[in-house]
């Protein structure tokens, strides 16, 4: 009656995932998948109490062949949906904070074969499949089904039933949990109730079989790797403030975008000014990192940056010189001899070296050239820049 059928835990069983985990339990296997996305992967769910996003998705499929039938495989009908919630909720207590772990994450579970428990399967190969990506669980999950054989007074509580004990018994009673507690449960009864009696014996029974089932999940794997896969995208978590969300954006996304075909990283920006840059390249997460900081950062009067010239005009010349920060550098800063025409000196797409000299009464800035070493980018010393300006009066 507590027996629990033979079980074969295995993980990184198909080498192109972020992470799977292949379960079998008697007749019942599951086929487990995970695969860890960005905030635009995440689940727009219309509720009754209004819209809100979901980070954790859970997919259970139960192909026809999986009990040696033929049949049409289309979309999930409400026996999968169903199914697919009860491990979900089995599942989620254990994930990680959103700040902990900033990924939204798709399992999914295809039963391979099915003898009663494949929902229960799934709680078990998505607990490995996940910790087999690298997601850090509080701790592992399995589950277990009980059932229950009735007559008159008599009865007697069965552990992982079979699908004939399934179909012929009095209950299905499933199980999921961790070693310390349960996380979720649901119960099935072709009766018209239980004791109190039934229920401690079948919860006693239940904790028996699932602490079984965890020790025997922890020859394949014990918690989460240390290191995420390897074809896992990489997510970094920058702060910016609110005040400059839109420079990053740009009208109409202009910015953003063109970070995003740069670097080809994924950059998903939230209303609090956290900014979560993606990608499995560590060299793209920090080329997108640094143009990001060259938008928001404030360029430090004293300072010297290169810059491009844009345009020029009759009273000087405007240089793009911090990010996409553009300065007026006045005829009179281009060069320590005097300047006819500014063209003299400078024309559209030269580069630069300018320093900063500060901000006018209308916050524009104030940039010069002429106190630059143009072929060192170094500041000129003092007796040089005076004896310029000696030489232009």
């Not at 902990?100 to 099915?114: A, C, G, M, N």
């Not at 008599?154 to 004990?165: C, K």
């Not at 119960?187 to 109730?193: A, C, F, H, L, V």
Request: with cysteine.
């Amino acid at each position: 009656l507590k027996t629990v059928r033979k079980i074969v835990s295995e993980v990184g069983v198909l080498p192109r995932t972020h992470g799977s985990a292949l379960f079998t339990r008697g007749e019942t296997q599951a086929l487990v998948v995970a695969t860890l996305g960005t905030g635009e992967d995440e689940q727009y769910v219309d509720s009754l109490t209004g819209m809100y996003k979901e980070k954790f998705l859970l997919h259970y499929n139960f192909p026809p062949y999986s009990v040696g039938e033929t049949g049409r495989m289309g979309s999930p009908g409400r026996r999968e949906i169903g199914h697919g919630k009860l491990a979900w909720r089995a599942i989620r207590p254990m994930l990680p904070s959103a700040d902990q772990f900033p990924y939204t994450l798709r399992v999914v579970s295809e039963i391979t074969e099915s003898n009663g428990s494949s929902s229960m399967a799934t709680v078990c190969g998505t607990s490995l499949a996940l910790m087999d990506a690298g997601v850090p669980l509080a701790k592992p999950v399995a589950g277990i089904a009980m059932g229950l054989i009735k007559e008159g007074e008599r009865f007697a509580v069965l552990s992982d039933i079979l699908g004939d004990e399934d179909h012929l018994g009095d209950m299905d009673f499933k199980v999921a949990g961790t070693a310390n507690g349960i996380t979720s449960l649901q119960m099935d009864i072709k009766i018209e109730g239980i004791t109190e009696e039934i229920m401690k014996i079948a919860l006693d029974q239940a904790k028996d079989g699932r602490q079984h089932i965890l020790g025997e999940m922890a020859h394949a794997l014990t918690g989460a790797r240390s290191e995420l896969g390897e074809f896992a995208p990489r997510i970094e978590v920058m702060h910016i403030p609110t005040d400059k969300i839109r420079d990053v954006i740009g009208s109409g996304g202009k910015v953003i975008r063109e970070i995003v075909e740069k670097t080809g990283a994924k950059i998903n920006i939230e209303d609090d000014g956290t900014v979560k840059i993606a990608s499995s390249n560590a060299k793209e997460i920090e080329a997108a990192k640094k143009w990001i900081h060259t938008i928001v950062a404030e360029p430090e009067v004293g300072e010297i940056y290169e810059g491009t010239v844009v345009k020029t005009a009759d009273f000087g010349a405007f240089v793009n010189f911090f990010g996409p920060r553009d300065g007026l550098v006045h005829i009179s800063q281009l060069a320590n001899d005097r300047v006819a025409k500014t063209s003299d000196v400078v024309k559209e797409g030269d580069k630069v070296w300018v320093k900063l000299m500060g901000f006018d009464e209308r916050g524009k800035v104030r940039l010069s050239m002429k106190v630059v070493d143009q072929a060192t980018g170094k500041e000129l010393a003092r007796d040089k820049k005076t004896e310029g300006e000696e030489n232009a009066a």
